[in-house]
C-alpha cells in the first residue's frame, strides 16, 4: 500500500473516530429506559440498521463485521486484518464442538466476522475432516476432540483451542512489520495466560492442563508461570509483579473484573501512538481495537439497562476518559 493510500484510509479512520463513544455518550445509554432511545443514540453515532425493524441486539452483533469489511477495503492483504476474525474463527470452533457433543442448536452462537463458515466447521468436526479447517484451526481442532476423547473434561478441551487462538495471534505479530501489532498481540496474549494460570491455581490444576492451555509470550514465560500456578494464586500474583505487571497484579487481586479493565486500559495506551501515524497500518488497526472494545462496553452496558443493575456493570467498563 502506497503512503498516498495510506493518507486516504487514514483520513477516513480519523474521520470515523470523531463517532466513537465518548463517556457521556456511554451515561447517556445508562440512563435510558426504552430500546428506543438505545437505538437513537447508537444510529447517531454511527451504527447501521443491518435490515428493517433490526432491534439493538441485531446492530451491535452486525456492527463488527461492517467494521471489518471497512478495514479489508483498504488493507486486504495485511496480516494485521486477521486480528479481527482469529478470535471469532477459533470460538467459532469451541461452540460447534459443544453443539455436536451436546447434540444441541448452536447456530446461535456464531459470530462474524469470521472466516471458516459454519457448514465447514460441522463437516470438519462431525466427520473428523480436520484437514478442511486451515492451518492452526485444524490442529486445534484435532487436538481438542482428541483430548475429549481421552479425559472426557471439556474445559481441557476448551483450554487447548484458547491455546491455538493465542499461538495465532502470535503468528500475526510475526508476520506484521507494524510494533504497535506486536505490542499489542504480546498484551492479550500474556492477559489470556495471566487468567488461565489464576483460574487453575484456584482448582489446582495439573501440570498437563497447564501444558496444554498456555501459550508463553515475549513477557511471559511459560515454565515459570506454570511452575507459579501449580504453587497457588499468591504466587501467580508474585511472578507477574516480578516480570513487569504490577498494575495488573495488583487488580488481579481485587477481581478478574478489575483485572479485564486494567488489561484494556494497556491496551488503549499501546494503541494512542497511532494518533502521530497518517502513512502506516497503525490508525486503521487502533481503529478496528477501539471498536471492539467499544462494541464489549456496549453490550455490557446495555445488559445493565436492561436488568437495571447499573452500578455493577459500570464496574466491568473500562470507559473513555472524556
Do not use: W
Not at 463458515?117 to 492451518?135: C, F, H, M, N, V
Amino acid at each position: 500500500m502506497t503512503e498516498n493510500n495510506y493518507a486516504f484510509a487514514v483520513a477516513q479512520i480519523r474521520s470515523l473516530e470523531n463517532s466513537l463513544f465518548t463517556r457521556n455518550a456511554f451515561e447517556q445509554i445508562l440512563s435510558t429506559k426504552e430500546e428506543r432511545d438505545i437505538l437513537d443514540i447508537l444510529l447517531s453515532h454511527g451504527y447501521k440498521l443491518p435490515f428493517e425493524n433490526a432491534t439493538v441486539n441485531d446492530i451491535i452483533d452486525h456492527s463488527q463485521s461492517d467494521v471489518y469489511e471497512l478495514l479489508k477495503g483498504h488493507i486486504k492483504d495485511a496480516p494485521a486484518l486477521k486480528l479481527f476474525t482469529v478470535k471469532n474463527d477459533f470460538h467459532n470452533l469451541k461452540t460447534v464442538i459443544k453443539g455436536l457433543a451436546g447434540e444441541t442448536a448452536f447456530e446461535e452462537n456464531i459470530i462474524s466476522p469470521s472466516t471458516v463458515d459454519t457448514a465447514t466447521l460441522k463437516t470438519a468436526i462431525s466427520e473428523k475432516k480436520y484437514d478442511l479447517l486451515p492451518g492452526l484451526l485444524e490442529t486445534a481442532a484435532k487436538e481438542s476432540m482428541e483430548t475429549l476423547g481421552a479425559h472426557f473434561d471439556g474445559q481441557m478441551a476448551d483450554a487447548v483451542i484458547d491455546k491455538y487462538t493465542l499461538l495465532a495471534y502470535k503468528d500475526i505479530a510475526e508476520e506484521s512489520d507494524s510494533k504497535m501489532v506486536k505490542e499489542y498481540v504480546d498484551a492479550v496474549i500474556s492477559s489470556a495466560d495471566i487468567k488461565t494460570a489464576f483460574r487453575g491455581a484456584k482448582t489446582h490444576r495439573s501440570e498437563e492442563f497447564y501444558n496444554n492451555a498456555l501459550c508463553g509470550s515475549i513477557s511471559l514465560d511459560k515454565t515459570a508461570l506454570t511452575r507459579a500456578a501449580r504453587k497457588g494464586e499468591d504466587d501467580v500474583i508474585t511472578y507477574i509483579t516480578s516480570v513487569g505487571f504490577a498494575k495488573a497484579a495488583a487488580a488481579l487481586k481485587v477481581s478478574l473484573f478489575e483485572f479485564e479493565k486494567a488489561v484494556d486500559q494497556k491496551i488503549m495506551r499501546i494503541i494512542d501512538g497511532a494518533v502521530f501515524e497518517n502513512f502506516s497500518i497503525d490508525p486503521l488497526i487502533a481503529y478496528g481495537i477501539k471498536r471492539e472494545n467499544e462494541i464489549k462496553n456496549l453490550r455490557i452496558c446495555i445488559a445493565g439497562v436492561r436488568t437495571g443493575d447499573i452500578g455493577s456493570v459500570t464496574e466491568r467498563m473500562c470507559l473513555p476518559d472524556v
